[in-house]
């Protein structure tokens, strides 16, 4: 009998790969903003219609890539950010897989530009299906840009199964809002139907939250700070009484990656244990440093199950940390070092020399 095996050819099995890694919309622009920021862009932007169903733009002030890079990024597992296996235990980039760009152009028409510091012109490079159609010279500024159209065009069963325009974009939103929150240094925009939703200027990681969160989350922030030789920790948790009845405003991030964390997230509950009206959740934004080689990112394609050597330490430190801040709050409510406090101690005090303890 003659052999049955034959290996998939590389569009299908990038179509194949494409089901894991994009699952909707939102995972294009995840893929498209942490590659911006893996070429260290200082400015995203972010434009989109129809919820991404008909079209998803991102441009990028990074790196940009040089004529033969920008025809071999679309090929499954190319890669310029791991070179051999140990990379694999100290990743400092968002990417790694080598598969985002490979699985958005087996799924899509896709249209980059992409021109580096030093070159004088620009490639401009057009992919459908994995298919080049046009590679050619242009003129654009240094960095990249792509534009994602027809997201689905050959995979009916994703298509049909999309949401409404409403959530589809809630999710474009939230991963955007996430990259944003991790990146406070980074100038992002985010534009849907022409609508500018966000202009996020660089600054503090204060700043960023506000400007994401709302003016009004300002006086609300308490501010958690620790370190160890483990870990450091640092970040906001919102004060009891601003927490809401849904999870929403609930972040983990280590090494500037957004992560989630049942884990983590119950040591924060039992940190606002008795501060909390029944089934209401705290908010936090919660920012971890630890070794790069002590944590694993490997564990999900969509990367946001992270694996922690030292998850019981961080546990017990996240508990111990968000407590003292919040018992120092609650003792103090008033002490906002954002205002001048003198002028709440009455004028008689203030001229009175303190009495030593
Ligand atoms: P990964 O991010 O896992 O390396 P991708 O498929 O997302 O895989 O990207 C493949 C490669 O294309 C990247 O490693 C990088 O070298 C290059 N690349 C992708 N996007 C950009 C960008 N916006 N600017 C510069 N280079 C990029
Ligand atoms: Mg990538």
Do not use: W
Not at 95 to 122: C, Y
Not at 292 to 303: F, R, Y
């Amino acid at each position: 009998m003659s052999n049955l095996i034959q290996l998939l050819p590389d569009h299908i099995a990038n179509q194949i790969a494409a089901g894991e890694v994009i699952q909707r919309p939102a995972s294009v622009v995840k893929e498209l903003m942490e590659n911006a920021i893996d070429a260290q862009a200082m400015k995203i932007d972010v434009n989109i219609k129809e919820a991404g169903k008909s079209l998803i733009q991102v441009v990028d002030n990074g790196a940009g890539m040089s004529p033969d890079d920008a025809e071999l990024c679309f090929a499954r597992h190319a890669t310029s950010k791991v070179r051999k296996a140990d990379d694999l235990f100290a990743l400092s980039t968002k990417g790694f897989r080598g598969e985002a760009l490979a699985s958005i152009a087996a799924i899509s028409h896709v249209q980059m530009n992409t021109k580096r510091q030093s070159d004088a012109t620009s490639i401009c490079i057009e992919i459908e299906g994995s298919k080049i159609k046009l590679k050619e010279e242009s003129v654009t500024p240094t960095g990249t840009s792509f534009q994602v159209k027809n997201l689905f065009y050959n995979v009916p069963a994703r298509r049909n199964f999309l949401k409404s325009n409403q959530v589809e974009f809630r999710h474009i939103q939230d991963e955007f809002e996430r990259v944003a929150l991790a990146h406070p240094e980074v100038h992002f925009t985010l534009i849907h139907n022409d609508n500018e939703l966000h202009n996020l200027t660089p600054g503090v990681l204060r700043k960023r939250i506000v400007d994401v969160m709302g003016r009004k989350s300002n006086d609300r922030l308490v501010p958690i700070e620790e370190t160890s030789d483990i870990v450091k920790l640092s970040g906001y948790v919102l004060k009891p009484e601003f927490s809401r009845k849904t999870r929403g405003e609930q972040y983990f991030f280590v090494n500037n990656r957004f992560f989630k964390s049942g884990f983590f997230n119950h040591a924060i509950a039992k940190a606002f244990e008795g501060l909390l009206k029944d089934r209401y959740f705290p908010s936090y934004f919660i920012y971890l440093e630890v070794d790069a080689s002590k944590i694993d990112v490997n564990v999900h394609p969509t990367k946001t199950e992270i694996k922690f050597e030292e998850e019981k330490y961080i546990y017990s430190i996240l508990l111990s940390s968000i407590r003292q801040a919040l018992g120092r709050y609650n003792i103090a409510p008033t002490l906002d070092f954002d205002r001048e406090t003198s002028f709440d101690v009455p004028a008689s005090v203030r001229t009175q020399t303190p009495i030593e303890p």
